[in-house]
């Protein structure tokens, strides 16, 4: 009985170790990868939703449209792909106010796609691969926060997109605390998508 349990510990302890480090490893990959910015023509940007504030862009949102709006401006895109529906509550959705505020900076209302069903990522690029399918975009590239690159750019492959990635330069998870979470989040997320993906 005592010999059992003693294996029983040691498979248990493997286990932990095995966990632990494939745990560390997601979370070095999430933080690397976020550093990368393949900001290249294409011909739309996909802009991930974030939540908004009434009629205005949270500081996190506003962050990822200003950098769509950016890549616009500079000539790597020619069309923007605002997502995200409506929260609980709001009279708006995350997307239409990034519109709004695409077209207050003179971003011309024929080269705003938006989408407004999705209420998660997974949905966002899901949405967006829509508009992209119905109006023959061949590339994108996919903005958001640093620590969402990866997940949200493993989502794009999956449905069949050919992406850049550009995260925004700036983030409003500023505190070492708020990255924290921020990356604590996402590794529970990705790994959680990973195991999605299987099935």
Do not use: C
């Not at 529906?85 to 695409?102: D, F, I, M, P």
């Not at 983030?171 to 195991?195: A, D, Q, W």
Request: proline content about 3%.
């Amino acid at each position: 009985m005592k010999a059992e349990l003693r294996k029983f510990k040691r498979y248990f302890g493997i286990i932990v170790i095995i966990a632990i480090s494939y745990v560390a490893y997601v979370s070095v990959d999430i933080y690397l990868f976020g550093n990368i910015n393949e900001a290249v023509k294409a011909d739309a940007a996909i802009v991930l939703g974030a939540a908004i504030w009434g009629d205005k862009p949270s500081p996190v949102f506003e962050e990822r449209i200003k950098h769509g709006i950016w890549l616009y401006k500079k000539g790597y895109v020619d069309k923007l792909i605002f997502t995200g529906g409506k929260g609980e509550n709001e009279k708006n959705s995350e997307s239409s106010v990034a519109r709004e505020y695409a077209m207050e900076i003179l971003v011309p209302s024929e080269d705003i796609f938006i989408e407004e069903q999705s209420r998660i990522t997974q949905e966002n690029i899901f949405y967006a691969t829509q508009i992209v399918e119905d109006n023959e975009i061949n590339s994108v590239i996919i903005v958001s926060d640093p620590l969402h690159m990866r997940r949200a750019m493993q989502m794009a492959k999956d449905n069949g997109l050919k992406a850049y990635s550009s995260p925004t330069p700036t983030s409003k998870y500023i505190t070492l605390k708020n990255k924290l979470l921020f990356l604590g989040r996402e590794v529970f997320f990705y790994i959680g998508y990973k195991i999605y993906r299987w099935f």
